[in-house]
């Protein structure tokens, strides 16, 4: 009888055989959810007893897990906060595109206003050279 259920690779944790990461299963069950719900809903490919296997292993291994949970989770954050720095316009244009004017028509960002027609489905913008974005 094999009761090993979760293996490290990749630098990461996941169930042995499946592509289900531990923390997938961690999350849900902190969430509060049982197993049978992980197991039936969340995981249909997963048996109930990897699920329950799962379980066992981090509440055996909690501080470990919780502290490899907390550097992914920072990890994230970081890659998140880099990316956002880098395309700071992409996100300040996604925040504000297909926001309305009071006679509810779509307005761009102020940014690039004037600078790009929309015609029905078609993007017919001018050329980058005459872009005047930079201050």
Known sequence: MNNSYVEQRDHAYWLIGTRVSLDSIVVTFLQGLSPETIATECFPSLTLEQVYGAIAYYL?????IDAYLEQADAEFAALRQATREQESLFYE???????????????PHPDIAGK??????????????????CE
Do not use: C, V, Y
């Not at 055996?60 to 470990?64: A, L, T």
């Not at 244009?93 to 307005?107: A, M, P, V, Y």
């Not at 015609?119 to 005047?132: L, M, Q, Y």
């Open 116 to 133: 790009m027609k929309i015609t029905g489905e078609i993007f017919d913008s001018i050329p980058e050279a005459d872009w005047d974005l």
């Open 60 to 64: 055996g291994h909690r501080s470990e």
């Open 93 to 107: 244009t996604s925040l504000t595109i297909g926001q309305s004017d009071s006679n509810g028509k779509r307005q």
